[in-house]
């Protein structure tokens, strides 16, 4: 038995991924990671915990990098959104998602998205990070197939190859 949420439904725009889209006949109290998945279309982000606690939904909000699922999405209207989708244009692959390829960093590919995040929001605010810095990075984001030291080593290369670029 489904239950109506109280309240009439309502409507407003978030801006995600550079585009603005309208959202409509929503509830005012869902979750961020509700609207873009089901709502918007936008299944990248994975809902797995709901609590904020294993990073699976990991979307930037004005540059930061949140849980969607305890962001209310009304609340985000004059927010910026990122999420894995918009990431890289034309659907093209970032650097960060080739590595996880040829490092073997996805496994199931549930948690893959939001670390994917993570780690563009890591190396844009720290380009040349330490493993410590890594390893407290993306500790909001729970991996249980890979053991972490295949998506270290996916950072370590884009640190690398982003270095030998720089230095041509």
């Excluded at 725009?13 to 990671?33: F, I």
């Excluded at 969607?68 to 999420?83: F, K, P, W």
């Excluded at 929001?121 to 810095?133: Q, V």
């Amino acid at each position: 038995m489904t239950q109506e949420p109280i309240g009439s439904p309502e409507i407003y725009r978030l801006q995600v991924n550079g585009e603005s889209h309208d959202v409509q006949d929503a509830w005012l109290g869902e979750s961020l990671l509700y609207v873009l998945r089901e709502r918007l279309g936008l299944p990248g982000s994975k809902g797995a915990c709901e609590q904020g606690e294993c990073g699976s939904c990991t979307v930037l909000l004005d540059g930061a990098a949140v849980c969607a699922c305890l962001v209310m999405a009304a609340s985000a209207t004059d927010a910026d959104i990122v999420t894995v989708e918009g990431l890289a244009p034309d659907a093209a692959l970032t650097d960060v998602q080739a590595a996880f390829l040829d490092e073997g960093a996805v496994q199931c590919g549930f948690c893959t998205p939001g670390l994917i995040v993570a780690v563009h929001h890591l190396l844009e605010h720290n380009p040349e990070p330490s493993a410590l810095e890594t390893r407290e990075a993306l500790s909001g984001n729970i991996c249980r197939c890979t053991g972490y030291g295949r998506i270290f080593a996916a950072v370590d290369a884009v640190v690398a190859s982003r270095a030998d670029q720089a230095a041509r």
